[in-house]
């Protein structure tokens, strides 16, 4: 496996990097307005201060096109959102930052705006350091012990991504289109909780999805609140 830091890790020595601002996009190839928030996103992605997600949902697939990257888990955390939001419902294009702030994914003057503002609030924001490494098959998450004295409670979410990814659209509402995505959350699942201790988990990775070759970790408040934490890597070689 080939090992490529996209947030890196500091050394022991150094002083710990502020943690980048995470991005998840909601999305659907069967979305209209969705195109240009995947573009929006794929820019997003080449930034080092960024962890750009790119989480397609499934209720667009009645629509004439199932999308081919939605899964069921994905629209549930979107709608996890809108209940921890105190919103009415979801929506497509949904920019999520930082798992506090939403905005519509399609304008960019609103999605730079606010990612502005997210890296100017960063410090305070970084609860706890949290780095991940792979090596022989298994992924370390190690978290640090909480920088304040209030007490924590966070979930600890792990996310296997498709780096880069086309599709070419048959039916629906981007009927031959050609969409272009970074990091596709393929696979998303809760390992663990945090309580404001340091601590570590070791996880097997042998059943990651033949698809994914990333890897992403969120550190989250109360399963779907802020974000503490976050780190991600590339886990496989991404030349096919």
């Given amino acids: 496996m080939a090992l490529v830091a996209l947030a890196p890790n500091a050394p ?77 419902g979801v929506y497509t294009p949904q920019i999520v930052m930082d798992g506090i702030v939403e905005v519509v994914g399609n304008r960019r003057d609103l999605v730079m705006s606010a990612l502005a503002d997210r890296m100017k609030v960063r410090p305070r924001y970084q609860a706890a350091d949290l780095n991940i490494d792979l090596s022989q098959g298994r992924l370390a998450i190690r978290i640090g012990a909480a920088k304040a004295k209030e007490k924590h409670a966070a979930t600890i979410w792990l996310m296997h991504t498709l780096l880069r990814a086309t599709v070419d659209v048959k039916l629906g509402e981007n009927k031959d289109r050609t969409l272009s995505y970074v990091n596709v959350v393929r696979e998303l699942r809760a390992v663990g909780e945090w309580s404001g201790q340091a601590m570590k988990l070791d996880l097997p990775v042998e059943q990651m999805p033949s698809n994914a070759e990333g890897i992403a970790v969120l550190l989250q408040s109360r399963e779907h609140g802020e974000v503490l934490g976050a780190a991600a890597l590339v886990a496989a070689n991404p030349d096919h």
């Fill in 12 to 88: 022991a020595e150094a002083a710990a990097p502020v943690r980048p601002v995470v991005v998840e996009l909601f999305t659907s190839q069967g979305c209209a307005d969705c195109p240009i928030a995947d573009e929006i996103v794929v820019d997003l992605a080449k930034r080092n201060d960024v962890i750009a997600l790119t989480v397609p949902i499934t209720y667009w697939d009645m629509f004439g096109w199932k999308d081919t990257f939605a899964t069921a888990e994905n629209t549930k955390r979107q709608h996890a959102y809108a209940k921890a939001m105190k919103r009415a």
